[in-house]
């Protein structure tokens, strides 16, 4: 079974931060990974699908890379709206594994 | 617009079986696969199990099978969680979520709001 493992945990930053998260599979997945941002109480948001597309009316300030085995999530420029938990997801094996996820807060 | 609302929730002792449903509307039902996935509070998401768009296929997590299935209705545009055997670690949040595109393995692109199971 494949394991997903998000790092950090947690991350601080300002407005207007460039910051960058982590996902790592434990074997290659090729780039059938996505990333979804969910806030407190509400269900999670698609943002990029097969590693670095962007799903429609996400903002360009969010991008992905990434292929195999290690992949990264960067926002370009924080903004207030973006506080809130990433989770990164093996969509393409069965057990479809989502990683702990990354909490995102405000420095 | 693609929504999906799911209902069924609420609080039941181990052992017992409880039967979620998820509402769906704005899509073609038979094009795409819908999915549930359940979040332990203040945990991470956990995919639980799935039915294929044309259902015939139905996928479920090991640690459910042999007590939760999938199922439809295409006639009330429903999907179901039927759960059984329940135990206090299947306690949480469970979200119905639609897979994005016409093939097996794709991200989710539209959830539900979620409904809560507390087993207790």
């Known amino acids: 079974d494949i394991q997903v493992t998000q790092y950090p945990s947690t991350l601080s930053g300002y407005v207007g931060d460039r910051v960058t998260m982590s996902c790592r599979a434990s074997?290659?997945?090729?780039?059938?990974l996505a990333w979804y941002q969910q806030k407190p109480g509400k269900a999670p948001k698609l943002l990029i699908y097969e590693a670095s597309k962007l799903e429609d009316g996400v903002p360009s300030r969010f991008s992905g890379s990434g292929s195999g085995t290690e992949f990264t999530l960067t926002i370009s420029s924080l903004q207030p709206d973006d506080f809130a938990t990433y989770h990164c997801?093996?969509?393409?094996?069965?057990?479809?594994?989502f990683g702990q996820g990354t909490r995102v807060e405000i420095k | 617009e693609v929504q999906l609302l799911e209902s069924g929730g609420g609080l039941v002792q181990p052992g017992e079986s409880l039967r979620l449903s998820c509402a769906a509307s704005?899509?073609?039902?038979?094009?795409?696969?819908v999915h549930w996935v359940r979040q332990t509070p203040g945990q991470g998401l956990e995919w639980v199990s799935g039915?294929?768009?044309?259902?015939?296929?139905?996928f479920s997590a090991d640690f459910v099978k042999g007590r939760f299935t999938t199922s439809r209705d295409t006639s009330k545009n429903i999907f179901y969680l039927h759960m059984s055997s329940l135990r206090v670690e299947d306690t949480a949040i469970y979200f119905c979520?639609?897979?994005?595109?016409?093939?097996?393995?794709?991200?989710?692109?539209?959830w539900g709001q979620g409904t809560l199971v507390i087993v207790s």
């Open positions: 979520a639609k897979m994005r595109g016409l093939v097996i393995n794709d991200p989710f692109d539209v």
């Open positions: 997801q093996d969509y393409g094996s069965y057990s479809r594994k």
């Open positions: 704005g899509f073609i039902f038979g094009n795409h696969a």
């Open positions: 074997e290659s997945i090729s780039r059938m």
């Open positions: 039915i294929s768009g044309s259902g015939r296929n139905t």
